[in-house]
């Protein structure tokens, strides 16, 4: 049998969502259902039949999950053991002294994944240049494994002073937890990262042995799952670049998937700009748990080499390239209280299991959810289609009494200042990600999506003044499709101290050369017919003297070309964008060389739907329902429309919703919403 179904999946925190698409027709078929946090195979499993396709017919599948970033955020890994360089155990906690609240007297630091008695020291040393200067004491190292070994631990770590010179000590004492004790996970650091900082490639490697147990059993459920389901195709993830690796590629570098969901909904939302000519866009994912941000400036998604799990104050670094996303606790399911006469909005969430107060499952807290159920935003009958009938007075109850009623206010002032802090929360997110980076977030376009992100993107575009907001096609399954349409990738970094005056061009090409030899065997390694490979250079760069370097991206024909200049001035324009002033006098030298190999996959398409006229057809209309309106501030009684019979050129003027099988568009008074050819809503803002 032809085998033409390529299957992406999505699991998330509350739902899990699936895409299926069929490379001989151009069917898009669509899933979605409440994720099964006991087993998160049965999720998977129900949405694929929902989307109306099986496993046996599928050749490909692309898989996405939350398992390796709630894992370090819930603290629910694996008992870890830490090698390292004799004097140097205490790295992990030490970190970087940092103290963002200084003020603070009830501040705590990071809490490191490995408790200090599980963390070994080992004599051997390397030099800064990898030359050997202590040698290895094995002897010593089965000692330290041995006794970690009968502490129960399940993993190991090994990191060893400039290892990313000379990975040889690390690799020797691999082989040794191997042959010794086979059932232990063992990661070294080397293979995770070849950049320096001593700091924060320990804490990547103890991330990576940490969530290591727990991702490699996952995956090999998945996979028995995929087998006996009949599956005979490729089974690829999605890593925190957006780009897919194999099953298992991803069950060693488990620490790579960290943001595997959301970094898809940043390459569905680049291939969205692509699609209708933007070159500069904010994506905006509002899921059931949490609320993610990501950028394309200048047509390309803004990367990062690290990123701090668990936010800035208290957070571990994690060094390995990702897209650069930031992340609040603020969905659809985050628990709204009254906390010492104050209103708090998440970060708990209610998840899949109880859900929000209105699932009827069981779940007592309020949510955002019972919030915009209560102020009529959500249609009770019609959620997911109507597959979930919400209880309206069930949300009303809760809110009244969690909420409202310890706070002194009615019902919906409740509700409108949970979405008012809902919304004051993730405008602050998408600052960061755009204001850190030296970009002003009103010179976007917001693209939202997720199956709570139509409902408040109107809301987060005035907070930041962003004039349009975009909302795909099938936004609850946005990040699905993104897998549909990502590359096969690998990318890597070497650390690499060099002026750029005395920087050989020679000696760059042949590192960037040998990582792009490793990255097109992986490619080709991975069974997957591409229509070709790329390649995309960058490299770290800063002023002589600085501590940290920016990320600079080089053409290759600035290397054919040898331009030393034309290197200087786009590291002088990337500092000048970041920082807000550049030293053209002044010398820089590179610190780390980047290279990114891409294998590019055939990719589905929406096909144009029907045009129409600016009225909408009559057939769109289902009726008007009274929904509050805090800039109003009053209930405004508001039509609705159904997004599928919705024509291209339609036209809608606010207030009104638009709603669809797995999520709503809400439109605010003044703002005017227009279909595209391809049938994604325009939404052009009232600006005050």
């Given at each position: ?9 999505d ?185 320096y ?23 090999g459920?998945?996979?028995?799952h ?41 390459i ?21 748990t ?22 800035y ?20 399911g ?14 708990e ?42 209880d ?8 009244a ?27 602050h ?14 010179d ?14 109107a809301?987060?575009?005035?907070e ?37 005056a ?31 490979i ?42 000048a ?17 980047r ?20 009225t ?27 997004r ?28 005017v ?16």
């Open positions: 049998m032809d085998l033409a179904i390529r299957l992406a999946a699991v998330g925190g509350t739902f899990t969502d699936v895409a299926a698409f069929d490379e001989t027709t151009g069917e898009l078929r669509l899933g979605k259902t409440l994720t099964t946090p006991s087993r998160l195979v049965t999720g998977v499993e129900a949405a694929v039949t929902k989307a109306g396709t099986q496993f046996s017919s599928a050749r490909l599948f692309l898989h996405g999950t939350t398992v390796a970033i709630n894992t370090i955020l819930e603290r629910t890994g694996a008992a870890c053991a830490l090698l390292t360089t004799q004097g140097f155990r205490d790295i992990y906690e030490i970190g970087r002294v940092n103290r963002p609240e200084s003020y603070n007297l009830f501040f705590r630091r990071h809490q490191p994944l490995i408790e200090r008695d599980l963390r070994y020291e080992v004599r051997e040393r390397m030099d800064a240049h990898g030359k050997v200067l202590i040698a290895l004491d094995e002897e010593q190292v089965r000692a330290a494994v041995s006794d970690a070994a009968s502490q129960g631990v399940q993993a190991i770590a090994i990191l060893f002073l400039h290892s990313y010179r000379n990975p040889a000590h690390e690799q020797r004492v691999k082989e040794i937890i191997e042959e010794t004790h086979a059932h232990l996970f063992v990661t070294a650091s080397h293979e995770l990262s070849q950049e900082r001593e700091f924060e490639r320990t804490s990547t490697a103890a991330a990576n042995a940490y969530v290591g147990p727990r991702v490699r059993g996952y995956l459920e998945m996979g028995e995929l087998e006996a389901a009949g599956f005979a195709g490729d089974f690829l993830i999605v890593q925190s670049t957006g780009g897919l690796f194999g099953v298992e590629e991803a069950q060693s570098a488990c620490i790579r998937m960290l943001e595997s969901g959301p970094a898809a909904g940043v569905g939302t680049k291939a969205l700009c692509d699609r209708i000519g933007l070159k500069n866009a904010i994506a905006f994912d509002m899921g059931g949490t609320a993610k941000a990501g950028v394309i400036h200048d047509a390309s998604v803004l990367m990062t080499g690290s990123a701090l799990i668990g936010g104050a208290t957070g571990l670094p994690v060094q390995i390239p990702m897209i650069d996303i930031q992340e609040v606790g603020t969905g659809g985050s628990i709204a209280r009254a906390e010492m006469g104050a209103l708090t909005v998440g970060p969430s209610a998840g899949a299991q109880p859900g929000p107060v209105c699932y009827g499952l069981g779940g007592a807290d309020p949510t955002i959810t019972d919030a915009n159920l209560v102020l009529g935003r959500l249609g009770a009958d019609r959620f997911l289609g109507g597959e979930i009938k919400l309206v007075h069930g949300a009303r109850r809760a809110l009494t969690r909420v409202a009623d310890p706070l002194g206010l009615d019902v919906t002032a409740a509700a409108d200042g949970i979405l008012r802090i809902a919304t004051t929360k993730m405008s997110m998408v600052r960061w990600v755009t204001t850190e980076r030296g970009l002003d977030a009103a976007f376009t917001l693209v939202a999506y997720g199956g709570a992100g139509p409902l408040h993107a809301m987060v575009a005035r930041l003044r962003i004039a349009k907001v975009v909302i795909p096609r099938a936004p609850g399954h946005f990040s699905a499709y993104g897998m549909l349409v990502a590359e096969l990738r690998r990318d890597f970094v070497k650390t690499w101290f060099m002026p750029l005395d920087a050989s061009f020679a000696a760059m090409e042949a590192i960037y050369a040998e990582m792009e030899r490793i990255g097109r065997e992986a490619v080709r390694r991975s069974e997957v017919s591409v229509a070709g790329a390649v995309e250079r960058s490299a770290d760069m800063r002023y002589v003297g600085q501590e940290h370097a920016v990320t600079v991206e080089l053409p290759l024909e600035l290397f054919q070309a040898e331009d030393r200049d034309a290197i200087k001035a786009r590291f002088d324009a990337v500092h964008r970041r920082y807000g002033y550049s030293a053209p006098d002044e010398r820089a030298e590179i610190v780390s060389l290279s990114a190999v891409t294998g590019s996959l055939r990719k589905p398409v929406f096909e144009p739907i029907a045009a129409g006229s600016a909408p057809p009559a057939a769109a209309f289902r009726g008007a329902r009274p929904v509050y309106f805090a800039e109003a501030g009053s209930w405004v009684d508001t039509p609705s429309y159904d599928a019979v919705l024509l291209a050129e339609n036209r809608i003027t606010g207030p009104a919703l638009v709603e669809e099988y797995a999520s709503t568009t809400v439109v605010h008074p003044g703002d919403v227009t279909v595209d050819g391809f049938g994604d809503l325009v939404i052009e803002v009232l600006r005050s």
